[in-house]
Nanobody, 127 residues
Framework: QVRLQESGGGSVQAGGSLRLACRVS????????VGWFRKAPGKDREPVAA????????SYIDSLRGRFTISQDSAKSMVFLQMNNLKPEDTGVYYC????????????????????WGQGTQVTVSS
């Protein structure tokens, strides 16, 4: 059974940084697309970034590229999201999700393709 567990959320002031972590276990393949999504109050779920666990390719929503960086550890059991220069509009619950057995492709941002999700971690950015 695939399990994902997020950690690292918290409250920061605008301009600050946070590093989210997603512990992934139970994957049956070395080739998976692991993504980060977020949901702000009153808004739809929004894609943030994704990484292919079989290699190092990454994908980002253009508006967040440069401030957010997705990475994984060498054991490929942890996926990180480094968030810099945070803004109040970055506030929300951040989820990691896995599309098991597939590489990330041009549809990585479509949340319905992901078949395993974590519980989420709250990020609050104050002005």
């Amino acid at each position: 059974q695939v399990r994902l567990q997020e950690s690292g959320g918290g409250s920061v002031q605008a301009g600050g940084s946070l590093r989210l972590a997603c512990r992934v276990s139970g994957l049956f393949s070395d080739s998976n697309c692991v993504g980060w999504f977020r949901k702000a109050p009153g808004k739809d779920r929004e894609p943030v970034a994704a990484i292919w666990t079989g290699g190092s390719s990454t994908s980002y929503i253009d508006s967040l590229r440069g401030r957010f960086t997705i990475s994984q550890d060498s054991a490929k059991s942890m996926v990180f999201l480094q968030m810099n220069n945070l803004k109040p509009e970055d506030t929300g619950v951040y989820y990691c999700a896995a599309d098991t057995g597939r590489k990330c492709d041009s549809y990585w941002s479509v949340w319905t393709r992901y078949n395993a999700w974590g519980q989420g971690t709250q990020v609050t950015v104050s002005s």
